[in-house]
């Protein structure tokens, strides 16, 4: 099932009839009544505030369905069906929208589905977006400036001013990610701020799929009400919106890749060091633990097993009987009862001490 929801102001709605049996219809309404003829059999009107804009219309829609959604009001959401958001006049900016909505099988989790956002927006040769044959086009579009890729837009470019004075941001500041944090989607702001591009639908229209649009409603933070308050206070924020939309669902900022550069070399290590480390590794394998000694019970004043002892120390003769003492070897006759590769601890030692030398130096 693909749900409808149209953001009207006064435009006539008798481009529906041409919709596939399987799309419902939602109207928000802010402007004059409709009539009959106009609607669908089973055309839901919602009233929104006369001045919400598209972006308001959708926000309000959306809260609706969030407080239906948690009184049990409206039956649960379909997390496979999809949901299509527009304008009034949605043929205007999606001419293919009926061709289109025929063929959801063929559609991402947050699809665009409009071609061009004014009838004077340039007409390009790129087929890379396209759906089943209709064309869609996606816009991409700076993060800080809103300067569209491919055109020249002045109107983005005067949004871009008019942002940035109403929020006292210097040249050059992510207008998306400040306008994200404001709106709560910190998370959101965090990857616009690391990121060049962002993207949004042609005209406004656009799908998603339920359970995209479910994990917006189920947000905690109260990302609805606040979009709504920001809204209603500045009428730029409309159209920062209208930039977020594909995003809020969860699709994701273009990021360029660094300028390839040559794998970092690594410095030759000191040939002094080089050979303490082949020194050491041989030593190591020349040095290996014999099997354990057998030997009689020990008596009851002997010291118990796995008692604690002192620990090995860098000199000499300390470090062979503490060796000793901590393998539990017999200690009596001094060195004569220790194994033969016990003098080599000794070598470990020194190695040890050149090494720090050597860090140090």
Request: with cysteine.
């Amino acid at each position: 099932m693909i749900t409808l929801v149209i953001a009207r102001t006064d435009e006539a709605l008798d481009w529906l009839h041409g919709l596939p049996a399987h799309c419902e219809v939602k109207v928000c309404n802010a402007g004059p009544g409709l009539r009959s003829a106009d609607l669908l059999p089973g055309t839901e009107i919602l009233g929104v505030r006369a001045d919400a804009g598209c972006a308001g219309s959708h926000i309000e829609y959306l809260q609706q369905l969030q407080h239906r959604l948690t009184t049990a009001e409206h039956p649960r959401l379909d997390p496979t069906g999809w949901t299509v958001f527009t304008p009034g006049d949605g043929l205007a900016h999606a001419p293919a929208l009926m061709e289109l909505l025929a063929q959801p099988q063929n559609w991402g989790d947050v699809q665009a589905l409009g071609l061009r956002a004014t009838t004077r927006a340039p007409a390009r040769d790129d087929r890379r977006e396209w759906v089943g044959g209709q064309p869609v086009r996606v816009e991409r579009f700076c993060l800080h400036t809103l300067a569209p890729v491919g055109h020249i837009d002045r109107e983005a470019e005067l949004l871009a001013d008019q942002y940035r004075h109403r929020h006292a941001l210097p040249a050059g500041h992510n207008l998306l990610a400040h306008f994200l944090d404001l709106a709560g989607r910190h998370d959101l702001a965090t990857s616009a701020t690391l990121a060049d591009l962002g993207l949004c639908a042609a005209g406004g229209v656009f799908a998603v799929r339920n359970d995209r649009l479910l994990a917006l409603l189920q947000d905690a933070n109260g990302t609805l009400d606040r979009l709504e308050l920001l809204l209603r206070s500045d009428l730029t924020h409309r159209l920062m919106l209208e930039r977020c939309w594909l995003h809020l669902f969860g699709l994701p900022f273009v990021a360029f890749d660094p300028l390839p550069r040559p794998a970092p070399v690594q410095a030759p290590a000191s040939p002094a060091l080089a050979r303490v480390v082949a020194s050491i590794d041989a030593l190591l394998a020349r040095s290996t633990i014999p099997a354990r000694l057998h030997r009689p019970e020990p008596s009851g004043d002997a010291p118990r097993r796995g008692a604690p002892t002192r620990r090995m120390s860098n000199a000499g003769p300390g470090l062979r009987l503490s060796a000793i003492a901590a393998l539990d070897l017999p200690s009596h006759g001094d060195a004569a009862a220790a194994p033969a590769w016990i003098p080599e601890l000794d070598r470990i030692g020194q190695i040890g001490a050149r090494l720090r030398e050597h860090a140090l130096s």
